[in-house]
T-cell receptor, first 111, second 114 residues
């Protein structure tokens, strides 16, 4: 089965750095995704990791360790607009390749 | 180009009513997914289409839920005899093919069953 864990909520200060962790258990791993979702809006794609290591994209970076079943999303130079829910999702080829989402981490950025 | 659109954005139904939720995917996208998102939770997979073929419906919670995509573009998710536990946001996503690294989500339909 699937088990994806991420913290329910986090708080950080504008201008700071925050790391959101995600752990997962899956039998047919084929990629880990991070999405951002503002309240009442659609999830928007942030990053994709299928190989171990760090992927950097502007202020956002995502890291994957397949052997540990672990990923993190790193947000630098936090802005107020970064307040949102951050969803970790895993694609499992043993489940038809669909995305299995975690519950999301609600990030609040304070001035 | 235009993104994924969904209609209606909000739907209030009385318990026992049937509802139909529409999704217009991005033109040319072969794959279409429906998800259900409860308040404070991540999206949960409902069903998947490749063109007009429904290849995976393992996430549909009961036989009251039915989805179709007859011409391989627009899709409709129908819920019969709605129950209060059906209240959620229903998200549609499309991608060029199933293993595309990016699924594009629509804004969702918020269904409230009273």
């Amino acid at each position: 089965g699937q088990n994806i864990d991420q913290p329910t909520e986090m708080t950080a200060t504008e201008g700071a750095i925050v790391q959101i962790n995600c752990t997962y258990q899956t039998s047919g791993f084929n990629g880990l995704f991070w999405y951002q979702q503002h309240a009442g809006e659609a999830p928007t794609f942030l990053s994709y990791n299928v190989l171990d290591g760090l992927e950097e994209k502007g202020r956002f970076s995502s890291f994957l360790s397949r052997s540990k079943g672990y990923s993190y999303l790193l947000l630098k130079e936090l802005q107020m607009k970064d307040s949102a829910s951050y969803l970790c999702a895993v694609r499992d080829n043993n489940q038809g390749g669909k995305l299995i989402f975690g519950q999301g981490t609600e990030l609040s950025v304070k001035p | 180009g235009a993104g994924v659109s969904q209609s209606p954005r909000y739907k209030v139904a009385k318990r026992g009513q049937d509802v139909a939720l529409r999704c217009d995917p991005i033109s040319g996208h072969v794959s279409l997914f429906w998800y259900q998102q409860a308040l404070g939770q991540g999206p949960e997979f409902l069903t998947y289409f490749q063109n007009e073929a429904q290849l995976d419906k393992s996430g549909l919670p009961s036989d009251r839920f039915f989805a179709e995509r007859p011409e391989g573009s627009v899709s409709t998710l129908k819920i019969q005899r709605t129950q209060q536990e059906d209240s959620a946001v229903y998200l549609c996503a499309s991608s060029y093919y199933r293993d595309s690294y990016e699924q594009y989500f629509g804004p969702g339909t918020r269904l409230t069953v009273t």
